[in-house]
């Protein structure tokens, strides 16, 4: 069975500075890997997705994120954080592919201070 | 394309009553996604479905939950004689088809209370 860590409960970062969130999955097979963002009271909006090919992959507002397989990790970063930016991050993992049903990490909660 | 849409938004209940929630998704998506959230958590997976057939069932459902998508457009999500342990934010989640490499896009979720 699939499962997904996020080691950072809680980051805070001054604006205009660069911001990693950590992944670590568990999956025996390929996964398919998932960064999703949570604004208070809104649903979640996908920010990037890895399915194969390029282990670099970029997303909405400006965030990529990076499969490293040999550190079953799936790091989001953002070279200059913005004050918008400020959600609650949920890191995910689907078996097969986009249509099955995903595991979420706990989430990690990102704050951003002027 | 007006995105997944779920009603209602909020709902304060007392516990061992009745509750259904409405879940329409995008047009023409096939498959549908029921997930749970509690407070400082990720989503958690109930069930899905593949237009009307429910393919999967978490072990977190219990007797008390069930789920239908009759024609295979919106879906309901019922909980019978609610608990407090009940109280979470209800996502709902579609996507194109059963093939290839599509994304879920999820709803703004029911926030569920039980007094």
């Known amino acids: 069975a699939q499962s997904v860590t996020q080691p950072d409960i809680h980051i805070t970062v001054s604006e205009g500075a660069s911001l990693e969130l950590r992944c670590n999955y568990s999956?025996?097979?390929?996964?398919?890997l998932f960064w999703y963002v949570q604004s208070p009271g809104q649903g979640l909006q996908l920010l990037l997705k890895y399915f194969s090919g390029d282990t670099l992959v970029q997303g909405i507002k400006g965030f990529e994120a990076e499969f490293k397989r040999s550190q079953s990790s799936f790091n989001l970063r953002k070279p200059s954080v913005h004050w918008s930016d400020a959600a609650e991050y949920f890191c995910?993992?689907?078996?097969?592919?986009?249509?099955?049903?995903?595991?979420f990490g706990k989430g990690t909660r990102l704050s951003v201070i002027a | 394309d007006t995105g997944v849409s779920q009603d209602p938004r909020h709902k304060i209940t007392k516990r061992g009553q009745n509750v259904t929630f409405r879940c329409d998704p995008i047009?023409?998506?096939?498959?549908l996604y029921w997930y749970r959230q509690t407070l400082g958590q990720g989503p958690e997976f109930l069930t899905y479905?593949?237009?009307?057939?429910?393919?999967?069932k978490s072990r977190l459902l219990s007797d008390r939950f069930s789920a239908e998508r009759p024609k295979g457009s919106f879906s309901t999500l019922e909980i019978q004689r609610t608990e407090q342990g009940d109280s979470a934010m209800y996502l709902c989640?579609?996507?194109?088809?059963?093939?290839?490499?599509?994304?879920?896009?999820f709803g703004p979720g029911t926030r569920l209370t039980v007094l």
């Open positions: 047009s023409e998506h096939n498959r």
């Open positions: 479905f593949q237009n009307e057939a429910q393919l999967e």
């Open positions: 989640a579609s996507s194109p088809s059963g093939f290839g490499t599509d994304t879920q896009y």
């Open positions: 995910a993992v689907g078996a097969d592919s986009g249509n099955t049903p995903l595991v």
């Open positions: 999956y025996g097979a390929t996964p398919y």
